[in-house]
């Protein structure tokens, strides 16, 4: 449109124009505007925040509803064993807790094992308690009580049991399961009385000196009206030195029957 046509348009068609275009701007920033700051913002539930809970130490069940009471799914990323936590319960989390998520965010979860796996028993014997201690951890297993008993190597592990039962290296048991050593007190060289055996029974007196770490040496079987039979009626310490004794030492007992003599 050359300059002469547009001198002979109206001023009054001209004016429509002008405001025919300034409608035309004004609907382009209404609908810019209004999807950037009023449908955006309301679709991605802008402003909208939830505080995560808190889920370590909780159920699967408990777990679940809280998630579902605020709005919030959840994935199980990783299942591992803990000892000293009860299966099925939640370790850990991510987003941590209290962190601000969106509504519908998913929330990773590592839960603890209901069946503990299984690994060998390390070697101990001849370990400090603090060394087998740190063998016990990095194997996945946990120091139980330690005992001392009657044995010249000085804080050394002797043995080691699970559940009352003598547990060798390289045996299979559950990780987490709780050890028991037996260490030496070193007393091999501390003078002990000697315990009074007469009157007692055979199995009794057995027990009494292995927990005093003596040795039944001799047992020799003769009759004696005096005592029951299967009753010490005699002892002598075949390799004491004087009257004191010692851990080690050799016990030889006369018994009340007619055994065989060893």
């Known amino acids: 449109m050359n300059a002469s046509l547009m001198m002979k348009i109206p001023t009054q068609t001209k004016k429509d124009l002008y405001t025919h275009i300034a409608i035309l701007i004004s609907l382009f920033l209404v609908l810019f505007f209004g999807f950037f700051f009023v449908y955006l913002p309301w679709s991605t539930h802008h402003g909208e925040t939830i505080?995560?809970?808190?889920?370590?130490?909780?159920?699967?069940e408990k777990m679940e509803e809280l998630v579902d009471a605020n709005d919030l799914t959840y994935e199980?990323?990783?299942?591992?064993?803990?000892?000293?936590?009860?299966p099925l319960t939640i370790l850990s989390q991510y987003?941590?807790?209290?962190?601000?998520v969106k509504s519908g965010r998913k929330i990773y979860i590592t839960i603890n094992s209901e069946t503990p796996p299984t690994i060998k028993m390390p070697g101990l014997i001849g370990l400090s308690v603090r060394s087998a201690e740190q063998q016990l951890l990095i194997s996945g297993l946990r120091k139980g009580?330690?005992?001392e008993i009657n044995d010249p190597r000085v804080k050394e592990v002797i043995e080691m049991q699970v559940n009352g039962r003598k547990i060798e290296a390289g045996a299979t048991i559950p990780k987490g399961t709780m050890v028991?050593?037996?260490i030496g007190n070193g007393t091999a060289n501390v003078e002990m009385e000697l315990p009074d055996l007469v009157g007692k029974p055979l199995d009794e007196?057995?027990?009494?000196l292995?927990?005093?770490?003596l040795t039944v040496?001799?047992?020799?079987?003769?009759?004696?009206?005096?005592?029951?039979?299967?009753v010490v009626f005699k002892q002598v310490c075949a390799t004491c030195t004087g009257t004191s004794i010692h851990p080690g030492d050799t016990i030889d007992l006369w018994v009340v029957g007619g055994g065989e003599n060893q």
């Open 205 to 208: 007196v057995n027990i009494i």
């Open 217 to 230: 040496g001799k047992i020799y079987y003769e009759a004696n009206e005096e005592f029951q039979p299967g």
């Open 76 to 86: 199980i990323s990783d299942c591992t064993f803990t000892a000293d936590k009860p």
């Open 51 to 60: 505080k995560v809970p808190n889920l370590k130490g909780m159920t699967m």
């Open 180 to 182: 028991d050593l037996f």
């Open 95 to 100: 987003p941590l807790p209290n962190a601000l």
């Open 210 to 213: 292995a927990g005093m770490n």
């Open 145 to 147: 009580i330690v005992h």
